[in-house]
Every structure is written in C-alpha cells, then in structure tokens.
C-alpha cells in the first residue's frame, strides 16, 4: 500500500469513526431545510414563544391535531416509550413540540389536556393561520382541513429533529408502524 492509499484509508476510518448512522426510521436533514423558526403560543402557558425559547434543547417538531384517531396519539405514545428508555438528564434535554393543524378546535385548554397525556416532554402550540402556514410552508409539511361535507383533517406524519442549536438533524418517520425501532432512534435522539 503506498503512502497517499494509507492516508485515504486513515481519514475515511476517521471519518467513520465521527460518523454515527441512522436508524433505518430516520432520514437525515442536515443541510436540507432551514434551523427551527416560529413564532407560536403555548398551549400550557398561553404566552407566545419563539425557537428562541426552546434553544439548549433537542427539539422534535411534529404537526398534529386533538381529534387525530389513530396517527397522533400512536406517534407521541411511542416518542414517550423512546424517551422513557434514555437516561433521565438526556430525556430531560428533549421537547416535542406538537403544533395543531387544526386551531379552531384545539384551543389552548384543549391542547394542554392533550398533550399532558403523553409526559413532560410534549408542548402544545397554536398559532395563527398566518403562523401555522409559515410554518408548514418553512418545513414543507402539508396538512389540509376540509370542514364540509364532514370535517376532515390530513397532515404530514414525520418528527423533524433540531439540536439544541436549532439546525435541523433528521426526520422520525413511521412512529405510527407496529413495530417502530424504538432502540435506533433513542440511540439517534441521544447523538443530537
């Protein structure tokens, strides 16, 4: 092996060394979409909040509603299992932050009864329709909420993942699947 072989080989053992993969339930986003900015209220509090507020934490994003049958409470039942298998201090680092797509019923009191069920770790926010789509269109999520001929609500699914920097990490996608790799992404959540 010649020396500028042994140097390549060197540096990418290096790099694999740094390089921490992916839960196969992840998909990294770095690069792809811009750190975490809103501007909401909290559901808990009823003050408006920034990203700024939430920085020196590992922030999880999720878009969701109140009336959600299945996908919504599945997703944060099984955030809550992941976050139960962490130590208590790196738990304690990480916030799921659980926009409504739908503000004309989830109002403040509804969402803060809501989110109490899933832990400490889940904070409701509402925001405005103006709000609510900057955020949507920042993070290209879509929902939809079709109030005739019944009501109908549709949205994205997927957890985006921001450091404690607010730069933008990975996406949790499936956490409704009978078997979500549970081990994987708290391995992942604890390497943020």
């Known amino acids: 092996m010649n020396r500028r072989s042994l140097l390549v080989s060197a540096s990418l053992l290096g790099l694999s060394a740094c390089h921490h993969d992916l839960s196969a339930q992840d998909v990294s986003i770095e690069g792809l979409v811009p750190h975490l900015a809103f501007t909401m209220t909290e559901a808990q509090t009823g003050k408006t909040v920034t990203a700024a507020d939430f920085r020196g934490k590992t922030v999880l994003l999720y878009f969701g509603y ?42 403040l009191p509804v969402l803060t009864q809501y989110t109490a069920l899933f832990g400490a770790n889940v904070i409701g926010l509402r925001g405005t329709a103006d709000q609510l789509y900057a955020l949507a269109r920042r993070y290209r999520v879509v929902f939809s909420v079709s109030k005739t001929p019944t009501y109908q609500v549709t949205h994205s699914a997927a957890i985006y993942v921001f450091n404690p920097k607010g730069a933008p990490q990975f996406i949790i996608a499936g956490l409704d699947t009978a078997t979500p790799d549970i081990k994987g992404i708290a391995a992942d959540l604890a390497s943020v």
């Open 66 to 107: 109140t009336n959600c049958p299945d996908v919504c409470p599945t997703t944060l039942y099984t955030v809550e299992r992941i976050l139960k298998t962490l130590p208590a201090a790196t738990a304690a680092n990480i916030v799921l932050l659980f926009v409504t797509v739908d503000p004309d019923r989830d109002t």
